[in-house]
Every structure is written in C-alpha cells, then in structure tokens.
C-alpha cells in the first residue's frame, strides 16, 4: 500500500519561505512520477511541480505560476519529495497535496491532476498580505 504524508505547511508572511516535504513509502520501481498540486478554496486544484524520475535522467517540471520561486527536488533514496518556496504571495495559499503514480505513462501529463493514482492528505500553507 503506497502512503504520501506531506510535512512543512504553516503561517507566513508575503515575501516568505516554506519548505514542504513528501515522505513516501510502500512502493516499488525506480522510474514514477510525484507531483505538488495545490487547492485554494473553491477552486480546482492545480499543478505545482512535478517530476519523472528514472534511472537515467530526472525530469522536473514547474508551474509557469511559480517558477523562479518554487524549487521541486528530492533525495538520493527516492523517498522524499520537497518543494522549496521562497517570495511566497498570498495568491500561493492553498492546501498542498503530494501525488505519486507508477502508470509506463505518467511522465505525458505530469502537472495533470487525472495523471495520479495515490494522494497524500495535504499541508496547508497561508501567506498573508
């Protein structure tokens, strides 16, 4: 059974900086997809970042929302995700939800939200004016 807990969500200031994390666990497989997707109230939820990882070569993508701003990595074992947001807005607050889908095919629409099969519960972050 895959579980994603994300971590790091909180309160900050316009101008600020969080650093959120995806600790990933009951998978197999060393190419996938994970993505960051964020869901303000009564809007859709949308794709943050995203990478396609394989033995080769990784591939990330960003958001042209957030690019130069939100940085996606993870660590050498695969098994932690994090997205390092810096000059946070208030139009960045939203609950952040990490995705994870091992599909051959995953890689086509990486900031699509019908791409992923399995969801963490989500971290909210708030970034006040």
């Known amino acids: 059974q895959v579980h994603l807990v994300e971590s790091g969500g909180g309160s900050v200031q316009d101008g600020g900086s969080l650093r959120l994390s995806c600790a990933a666990s009951g998978y197999t497989g060393t190419t996938y997809c994970m993505g960051w997707f964020r869901q303000a109230p009564g809007k859709k939820r949308e794709g943050v970042a995203a990478l396609y990882a394989r033995p080769s070569r990784d591939v990330i993508v960003h958001d042209n929302s957030v690019k130069d701003r939100f940085t996606l990595s993870k660590d050498n074992t695969g098994n932690t995700m994090y997205l390092e947001m810096n000059s946070l807005k208030p139009e960045d607050t939203a609950m952040y939800y990490c995705?994870?889908?091992?599909?051959?095919?995953?890689?086509?629409?990486?900031?699509?939200?019908?791409?992923?099969?399995?969801w963490g519960q989500g971290t909210q972050v708030t970034v006040s004016s």
């Open positions: 995705a994870a889908d091992w599909s051959s095919d995953c890689y086509v629409r990486l900031l699509t939200r019908e791409t992923y099969s399995y």
